[in-house]
T-cell receptor
Framework: EPEVTQTPSHQVTQMGQEVILRCVPISNHLYFYWYRQILGQKVEFLVSFYNNEISEKSEIFDDQFSVERPDGSNFTLKIRSTKLEDSAMYFC????????????FGPGTRLTVT | GNSVTQMEGPVTLSEEAFLTINCTYTATGYPSLFWYVQYPGEGLQLLLKATKADDKGSNKGFEATYRKETTSFHLEKGSVQVSDSAVYFCALSDQSGGYNKLIFGAGTRLAVHP
């Protein structure tokens, strides 16, 4: 069964460094999302992406964050200058169509900022 | 705005006990409702869904009914197993932005003992 994959599974970085988290969506999926989960807290929406554009973003998704689909396969989340509070699990999710109810989640990338 | 409220955990049960995890929501329109499960160290897996009022979602012995009159989507299982120990998230599909981002509850940790 096709699945969403994410790399790396765990990233440790120093405060102020840039990180790029990668997601490979299921091949026929067109709608992409990033969520994050700070340890022990709820899963929070960051951004949705369709047709090479951001379609919606949350208050969390400030100027330090960006997303792109550089090569038509990978879907990336970049944090330009990481802060301690960016430490969280980041989940990519995808779905084939806007009318499709289910989003398919990747296994997540644990980001630790020291 | 749209939101999801879940009962606080942890919920601790003995094997074969009956499980209820309460979930209520606030939403405009007619959102789809979901239960996701997160096993230790893993990502989010869709457990069940319901897309309209009075629908019952079911999977692996778990059930939840979409109750519009009480804005609820409580998760139930008649006989839990140790392997059901996980964190359970109630979520709704927010259709206000057009791209159906998911809004999650805080999660309820379930621990089942032999």
């Amino acid at each position: 069964e096709p699945e969403v994959t994410q790399t790396p599974s765990h990233q440790v970085t120093q405060m102020g460094q840039e990180v790029i988290l990668r997601c490979v969506p299921i091949s026929n999926h067109l709608y992409f999302y990033w969520y994050r989960q700070i340890l022990g807290q709820k899963v929070e929406f960051l951004v949705s992406f369709y047709n090479n554009e951001i379609s919606e973003k949350s208050e969390i998704f400030d100027d330090q964050f960006s997303v792109e689909r550089p090569d038509g396969s990978n879907f990336t989340l970049k944090i330009r200058s990481t802060k301690l509070e960016d430490s969280a699990m980041y989940f990519c999710a995808t779905k084939p169509a806007v009318s499709h109810y289910e989003q398919y989640f990747g296994p997540g990338t644990r980001l630790t900022v020291t | 705005g749209n939101s999801v409220t879940q009962m606080e955990g942890p919920v601790t049960l003995s094997e074969e006990a009956f499980l209820t995890i309460n979930c209520t929501y606030t939403a405009t329109g007619y959102p789809s409702l979901f239960w996701y499960v997160q096993y230790p160290g893993e990502g989010l897996q869709l457990l069940l869904k319901a897309t309209k009022a009075d629908d019952k979602g079911s999977n692996k012995g778990f059930e939840a009914t979409y109750r519009k009159e009480t804005t609820s989507f409580h998760l139930e299982k008649g006989s839990v197993q140790v392997s059901d120990s996980a964190v359970y998230f109630c979520a709704l599909s927010d259709q206000s932005g057009g791209y159906n981002k998911l809004i999650f509850g805080a999660g309820t940790r379930l621990a089942v003992h032999p």
